[in-house]
Nanobody, 124 residues
Framework: QVQLVESGGGLVQAGGSLRLSCAAS????????MGWFRQSPGKEREFVASISRSGGTTYAADSAKGRFTISRDNAKNTVYLQMNNLKPEDTGVYLC?????????????????WGQGTQVTVSS
């Protein structure tokens, strides 16, 4: 099993920045990729960004490109999501997830383990 704990969320004004962290423990050596997703009320779970085990391959949703950066520190078993120029539509619960199989990293059903999430609220 893999345990994931997110942190770093909060309330920020539009144009501000936040850095989310996801600390992983357990069978982390078996993880193929890590992803960040956003859950907003009344909306489907939405892909934000993902990163491969080595960190050499990353993907980002169109809404995140140019503003969000995903990175990882394997020595600390931690994945980060740097979010800049935040907008009100970025509001939601941000969930970290671990994937064990080399399937499409943008699809949330391909992830086996999830954290509890951290709330991000962007005011206009």
């Amino acid at each position: 099993q893999v345990q994931l704990v997110e942190s770093g969320g909060g309330l920020v004004q539009a144009g501000g920045s936040l850095r989310l962290s996801c600390a992983a423990s357990g069978r982390t050596f078996s993880v193929y990729a890590m992803g960040w997703f956003r859950q907003s009320p009344g909306k489907e779970r939405e892909f934000v960004a993902s990163i491969s085990r080595s960190g050499g391959t990353t993907y980002a949703a169109d809404s995140a490109k140019g503003r969000f950066t995903i990175s990882r520190d394997n020595a600390k078993n931690t994945v980060y999501l740097q979010m800049n120029n935040l907008k009100p539509e970025d509001t939601g619960v941000y969930l970290c997830a671990a994937q064990f199989v080399p399937y499409d990293e943008r699809v949330w059903t391909n992830y086996a383990y999830w954290g509890q999430g951290t709330q991000v609220t962007v005011s206009s």
